[in-house]
């Protein structure tokens, strides 16, 4: 296994489009998760998975975002109807809840440029 | 909900030279893990190093130590014999510990906010 995988990992876009990132965890992972990071912030937590279930969403995820993992192995994306303000890195992690040490293995990002 | 900050948004050290990077963070949980990230220039994060709250002693991980202090809910990171390839953002981050938290959200994993470290040769 090669860690997680995302991809694109470079997104261009124009306002008002649609796009959509894929996200392949380490296959044992059973939790997904994705961050938001804009430059010279940390990640900001989006929402997260517990196999196919999506526990969790942030405030920051508004209507136009959608996320989901059917059968519990890869993520999507989805951002509908970009703005410039969702020009940021959105990084995916994985972990598996049963060695409980908490640790997030991540993936290298992929860049939305919204212009 | 739980915060961390990282005060220093970068630092510069020679190479060989020890340098400490600071992190505090609140909380009112007891039981939880902090994290160092590091994430070099495009490229993924990867831990650094864990500490659990319940454990007094400092974690250390070769040329990496950190300096727990939970009554003050300081978290520092110390890099000794400091290479080249440690030039990245470091973040510090907070989790409270899965044993006794089922959620994984938003108290899943708070960052603060990062401390570029620059190693010049």
């Known amino acids: 296994d090669t860690g997680v995988s995302q991809n694109p990992r470079h997104k261009i876009t124009k306002r008002g489009q649609n796009v959509t990132f894929r996200c392949d965890p380490i296959?044992?992972?059973?939790?997904l998760y994705w961050y938001r990071q804009t430059l010279g912030q940390g990640p900001e937590f989006l929402t997260y998975?517990?196999?196919?279930?999506?526990?969790?969403k942030s405030r920051l995820l508004s209507d136009r975002f959608s996320a989901e993992r059917p059968k519990g192995s890869f993520s999507t994306l989805e951002i509908q109807r970009t703005e410039q303000g969702d020009s940021a890195m959105y990084l995916c992690?994985?972990?598996?809840?049963?060695?409980?040490?908490?640790?997030?293995?991540f993936g290298e990002g992929s860049r939305l440029t919204v212009l | 909900a739980q915060t961390v900050t990282q005060s220093q948004p970068e630092m510069s050290v020679q190479e060989a030279e020890t340098v400490t990077l600071s992190c505090t963070y609140d909380?009112?949980?007891?039981?939880?893990?902090l994290f160092w990230y590091k994430q070099p220039p495009s490229r993924q994060m990867i831990l650094v190093i864990r500490?659990?709250?319940?454990?007094?002693q400092n974690a250390t991980e070769n040329r990496f130590s950190v300096n727990f202090q939970k009554a003050a809910k300081s978290f520092s990171l110390k890099i000794s014999d400091s290479q080249l390839g440690d030039t990245a953002m470091y973040f510090c981050?907070?989790?409270?510990?899965?044993?006794?938290?089922?959620?994984?959200?938003?108290?899943?994993?708070?960052f603060g906010k990062g401390t570029h470290l620059i190693i010049q040769p």
């Open positions: 992690a994985s972990s598996f809840t049963g060695g409980n040490t908490g640790e997030l293995f």
């Open positions: 296959s044992e992972h059973n939790r």
């Open positions: 998975f517990q196999n196919e279930a999506q526990l969790e």
């Open positions: 909380t009112s949980e007891n039981n939880y893990y």
């Open positions: 500490q659990e709250a319940y454990k007094q």
């Open positions: 981050a907070f989790m409270m510990n899965p044993t006794f938290y089922s959620g994984g959200g938003a108290d899943g994993l708070t």
